[in-house]
């Protein structure tokens, strides 16, 4: 399996097909293979090289304790990291969720290694996380309880193989990447790249989602009919064909 390094941190990287480069991170909880098994990769495969990446804390990369490890800086750092590792200059970025906020903190660190960005299911505004959400992940059912609470999602109603995604974690990593985030609003509009942006209808964050793509100079933006935070993530039948287009004209 391939890795680099940034400032002593392993990250953990996979790549395939051939065509553009095209970065693919996932979101909190999540790991590289999602890209796959929810039926991604295969469809893009064809006309990308797909660079897929373990964000710090998942999947095969370190998952430091840390709190101060999960800065927005280190995670670009990360993705740069695997850039220069693989000797590529600029790439096609796309990120879900926690995957989503990392790509606008490319497009605004470092705009010279992106020539254009998806941004799924995250806004850039700031978020403080409630007081019963605070906890230090080693209590595994009680840290999944809480955060399914605030995203509005029935585990009752998901299978087997989207709950295994998010049990298999470390969750004391999980809980130091998880932390309040300030506002990158003001930087917004230096964001000059083309941006696509999307979210599930029935996300929380929707309208803010909505509202920040007023706020780049070249953003485009969809919304899913009826779909939550996770199955705007799942159902890549409906996110493909809004984005493909998009991809193609880069």
């Given at each position: 399996?391939?890795?680099?390094?940034n400032?002593?941190t392993?990250?953990?990287?996979?790549?395939?097909?051939?065509?553009?480069?095209l970065?693919?991170?996932h979101?909190?909880?999540?790991?590289?293979?999602?890209w796959?098994?929810?039926g991604y990769?295969?469809?893009?495969k064809r006309?990308?090289?797909l660079?897929l990446?373990d964000?710090?804390?998942?999947?095969?990369?370190?998952?430091p304790?840390d709190?101060t490890?999960?800065?927005?800086s280190?995670?670009?750092?990360?993705?740069?990291a695997v850039?220069?590792?693989?000797?590529?200059?600029?790439?096609?970025?796309?990120?879900?969720?926690?995957?989503g906020w990392?790509?606008f903190?490319?497009?605004?660190m470092?705009?010279d290694s992106?020539?254009?960005?998806?941004?799924?299911?995250?806004?850039p505004?700031g978020?403080k996380?409630p007081?019963?959400?605070?906890?230090?992940?080693t209590?595994?059912d009680l840290?999944?309880?809480r955060?399914f609470?605030r995203?509005?999602?029935d585990?009752?109603?998901?299978?087997?193989?989207?709950i295994?995604?998010?049990?298999d974690?470390d969750?004391q990593?999980?809980?130091?990447?998880q932390?309040?985030r300030q506002t990158l609003?003001a930087?917004?509009?230096?964001?000059?790249?083309?941006?696509l942006?999307y979210?599930?209808?029935?996300?929380?964050?929707?309208?803010?989602?909505?509202?920040c793509?007023?706020?780049m100079?070249?953003?485009?933006?969809?919304s899913?009919?009826?779909l939550?935070?996770?199955?705007s993530f799942?159902?890549?039948?409906l996110?493909?064909?809004?984005v493909l287009?998009?991809?193609l004209?880069q």
């Open positions: 399996m391939p890795y680099t390094d400032d002593g392993r990250i953990h990287y996979k790549v395939e097909g051939s065509g553009p480069p970065i693919l991170q979101g909190m909880f999540w790991d590289l293979e999602g796959e098994r929810w990769a295969n469809s893009l006309d990308f090289q660079i990446v964000a710090r804390g998942h999947g095969g990369s370190d998952k304790h709190p490890a999960y800065t927005l280190n995670h670009v750092a990360d993705v740069l850039l220069d590792a693989l000797e590529i200059p600029t790439a096609i970025y796309w990120g879900f969720s926690m995957g990392i790509g903190g490319m497009g605004i470092a705009a992106l020539k254009a960005a998806i941004i799924g299911g995250a806004h505004y978020r996380l007081d019963g959400s605070r906890l230090d992940g209590n595994p840290f999944l309880e955060f609470q995203q509005g999602i585990r009752e109603q998901m299978g087997p193989a989207k295994a995604e998010f049990v974690n969750f990593a999980i809980a130091a990447a932390q309040d609003e930087s917004l509009a230096s964001i000059e790249k083309p941006v942006l979210v599930g209808e029935s996300n929380g964050g929707a309208a803010q989602v909505n509202q793509a007023t706020q100079p070249s953003a485009e933006f969809f899913l009919l009826g939550n935070h996770p199955e799942y159902r890549s039948d996110v493909l064909p809004h287009p998009f991809l004209a």
